[in-house]
């Protein structure tokens, strides 16, 4: 157990909904990553933010959105959902001044029907 | 930008011999490399890093790695494979800078590991 939670662990929904996908740090950690793991693309880097504010981007649509509150939980946002959207999303987490070290959640697998 | 290559989908071993899984790298400045493990339906678990120091670094479970340099390879190695070691694996790199830590990984290696 990496002291990451996701909730939820699964998600089914239709094309064009909206959903959102919860992440808690390990205590004391700052920084939340997301990342996105799909047969088509792999394992890829999609938003950092650190301690509420965003820190480095990757290639994340303009269809998804996160944030990071005061008490340093993260949501992901995914709008207008399209069937290639289905995929595990990982949450991670890490120490402050320790951001090789990534500790992943358990991931929670959406899919889009 | 920095990139890891797995040239290998697939590695198939008999229990007892000893693994690799190849990975190179391609990077501007000193590499900060890992390997990751995710088991079926499982999430990701860290093997091990290399940021500086030795060449040759050990992680759980029985696995080390070796950075070369003049290869840019990080190659994962283990003396005697066990079925339980089966899985897929990724090979790492650290992009950004200060508190920016975005991990880039490789498309992955499925081990294969059998009785």
Redesign the interface.
């Known amino acids: 157990d990496s002291g990451v939670t996701q909730t939820p662990k699964h998600l089914i929904t239709a094309t064009g909904q909206r959903v959102t996908l919860r992440c808690s740090p390990r205590s004391g950690d700052l920084s939340v990553y997301w990342y996105q793991q799909s047969l088509d693309q792999g394992l890829q880097f999609l938003i950092q933010y650190y301690n509420g504010e965003e820190r480095a981007k990757g290639n994340i649509l303009e269809r998804f959105s996160a944030q990071q509150f005061p008490d340093l939980h993260s949501e992901l946002n995914l709008s207008s959902l399209e069937l290639g959207d289905s995929a595990l999303y990982f949450c991670a987490s890490s120490p402050p001044g320790l951001r090789e070290t990534q500790y992943f959640g358990p991931g929670t697998r959406l899919l889009v029907l | 930008a920095q990139s890891v290559a797995q040239p290998e989908d697939q590695v198939n071993v008999a229990e007892g011999n000893p693994l690799t899984v190849k990975c190179t790298y391609s990077v501007s400045g000193n590499p900060?490399l890992?390997w990751?493990v995710q088991y079926p339906n499982?999430?990701?678990?860290?093997l091990l890093?290399y940021?500086t120091g030795d060449n040759l670094v050990k992680g759980s479970y029985g696995f080390e790695a070796e950075f070369n340099k003049s290869q840019t390879s990080f190659h994962l190695k283990k003396p005697s494979a066990l079925v339980s070691d089966s899985a897929l694996y990724?090979c790492v790199v650290?992009e950004?800078s200060?508190?920016?830590?975005?991990?880039?990984?490789g498309?992955?290696t499925t081990l294969q590991v059998k009785p």
Do not use: E, S, W
């Open positions: 900060y890992f990751y499982r999430g990701l678990q860290f890093k940021i990724f650290l950004g200060g508190n920016t830590g975005k991990l880039i990984f498309q992955g």
